[in-house]
């Protein structure tokens, strides 16, 4: 069965450290895969998304995330993280066929430490 | 305009009312979809709308029906919920139905008493 995981479900970091958020998929075909940030009562903001080439993709707010298909792996990174990133982290993978289902990762809660 | 929006921000209703819930797009997007969100876990999907009729139903309660008026706007109307059901409601919209990103609007906050 099609699957997202998100080993840490809390990360703390100092404002100005680098940041990594992990994300693991099981799934058989070409993985579509999605990075979303969902602050307290908001909706999901989209960060970044891969679907083919080049395997490092930048997104909005200095994020990125690379695509590793031998570790199914679809990391996301900052250099250096502001207060405001303080938020919900969501890692999907989009059904292939005409779905349009997103799976979620249980996401992870980023602290950010002034 | 690049947003999905959503009204209304917050409701609170009873387990005997019939409430909507609306969500709009003006991106041309051709689909559209509803979420559902319990405290501290992912979007759950609900229903998928294609081009203005319903793709997708995720065996979701007949208490809950979804309404597809034009491209535009989405609804999803409410009657005889249970308090299990309070929840944030997410709308999104994609380009069309498959391999598209999705956008969210900011979601209801149901609250059912």
């Known amino acids: 069965a099609q699957s997202v995981t998100q080993p840490d479900i809390h990360i703390t970091v100092s404002e100005g450290a680098s940041l990594e958020l992990r994300c693991n998929y099981s799934?058989?075909?070409?993985?579509?895969l999605f990075w979303y940030v969902q602050s307290p009562g908001q909706g999901l903001q989209l960060l970044l998304k891969?679907?083919?080439?080049?395997?490092l993709v930048q997104g909005i707010k200095g994020f990125e995330a690379e695509f590793k298909r031998s570790q199914s792996s679809f990391n996301l990174r900052k250099p250096s993280v502001h207060w405001s990133d303080a938020a919900e982290y969501f890692c999907?993978?989009?059904?292939?066929?005409?779905?349009?289902?997103?799976?979620f990762g249980q996401g992870t809660t980023l602290q950010v430490k002034p | 305009d690049t947003e999905v929006t959503q009204t209304p921000k917050h409701l609170v209703m009873g387990m005997t009312n019939k409430k909507s819930l609306k969500c709009e797009q003006h991106?041309?997007?051709?689909?559209m979809y509803w979420y559902k969100q319990k405290a501290k876990k992912p979007p759950e999907l609900m229903f998928v709308?294609?081009?203005?009729?319903?793709?997708i139903n995720e065996s979701v309660p007949s208490r809950f029906s979804p309404e597809c008026p034009n491209s535009s706007l989405l609804n999803l109307h409410l009657h005889a919920l249970q308090p299990e059901d309070s929840a944030l409601y997410l709308c999104?919209?994609?380009?069309?139905?498959?391999?598209?990103?999705?956008?969210f609007g900011p979601g209801t906050r149901l609250t059912v008493l």
């Open positions: 999104a919209s994609s380009q069309d139905w498959g391999v598209n990103e999705q956008f």
């Open positions: 799934y058989g075909a070409t993985p579509y």
């Open positions: 891969y679907f083919s080439g080049d395997t």
């Open positions: 999907a993978v989009l059904l292939s066929g005409n779905t349009g289902k997103l799976i």
């Open positions: 991106m041309g997007h051709r689909a």
């Open positions: 709308y294609s081009y203005e009729k319903l793709s």
